[in-house]
Nanobody, 125 residues
Framework: QVQVVESGGGSVQTGQSLRISCKIS????????MGWYRQIPGKPRDLVAG???????????NYADSVKGRFTISRDAPLRTIDLQMNDLKPEDSGLYYC???????????????WGQGTQVTVSS
């Protein structure tokens, strides 16, 4: 059984920082991608930052344009945990942050997707 568990989040004021973490556990062959998505009411979940497998044990990093230069994603190796350091937070960064993992359960299986339960980030002006 695969589990994705998030931690961190909270309420801060504009310009402050927060760090959120996500860990995947269970039995699988490889994590193909892992990232943070933000959702606000009435909107779909959008990628904030994440890693995607690029072959040869390399992972590419991806950031939403709105967070480049302010947010930094980091990971362990092999990919099991990702951290998102969020600096210079703005009210528009507020939302429910979900961690998603794209996983190969076996060498020959297709991708499976697992979501965490979400963690709230609130930035007040």
């Amino acid at each position: 059984q695969v589990q994705v568990v998030e931690s961190g989040g909270g309420s801060v004021q504009t310009g402050q920082s927060l760090r959120i973490s996500c860990k995947i556990s269970g039995n699988f062959y490889r994590v193909n991608a892992m990232g943070w998505y933000r959702q606000i009411p009435g909107k779909p979940r959008d990628l904030v930052a994440g890693y995607s497998f690029g072959g040869n044990l390399l992972y590419h990093t991806n950031y939403a344009d709105s967070v480049k230069g302010r947010f930094t994603i980091s990971r362990d190796a092999p990919l099991r945990t990702i951290d998102l350091q969020m600096n210079d937070l703005k009210p528009e960064d507020s939302g429910l942050y979900y961690c998603r993992a794209e996983v190969l359960l076996t060498y020959t299986s297709s991708l499976d997707f697992f979501w965490g339960q979400g963690t709230q980030v609130t930035v007040s002006s």
